[in-house]
């Protein structure tokens, strides 16, 4: 499966983006999707994830009550509704997808496929 992450881009704090992972190849509705970001000189770090229906999602503890993953699997799409940002959530963030999970996974190895990364820069 190919993914492409879009919609990032330049917000001031307290602002809001949404972030999109359009998939092809393959229906994403067999995939645990998830996402990622990299801020400058850190590792990655695992940001949200979806269970394979939507039923379910996970957060990393500085997303909680700000950012919201769904999916649409008819669309083939994910989304990371980002709200309330916050200068620390600057870094280039990656759709992830997990084809033989079961449960969350919080790094980066156990993810199969990548997208190539959106940008969001959070400005004070």
């Known amino acids: 499966v190919q993914l492409q992450a879009s919609g990032g881009g330049l917000a001031q704090a307290g602002g809001s983006l949404r972030l999109s992972c359009a998939a092809s190849?393959?229906?994403?509705?067999?995939?645990?999707m998830g996402w990622f970001r990299q801020a400058p000189g850190k590792e990655r770090e695992f940001v949200a994830a979806?269970?394979?229906?939507?039923?379910?999602?996970y957060y990393v503890d500085s997303a909680k009550g700000r950012f919201t993953i769904s999916r649409d699997n008819a669309k083939n799409t994910v989304y990371l509704q980002m709200n309330s940002l916050k200068p620390e959530d600057t870094a280039v963030y990656y759709c992830?997808?997990?084809?033989?999970?079961?449960?969350?996974?919080?790094?980066?190895?156990?993810?199969?496929?990548w997208g190539q990364g959106t940008l969001v820069t959070v400005s004070s």
């Open positions: 979806i269970n394979r229906n939507g039923a379910r999602s």
């Open positions: 992830v997808a997990d084809e033989y999970g079961s449960y969350f996974n919080l790094k980066p190895r156990d993810y199969d496929y």
């Open positions: 190849g393959r229906t994403l509705s067999g995939y645990i």
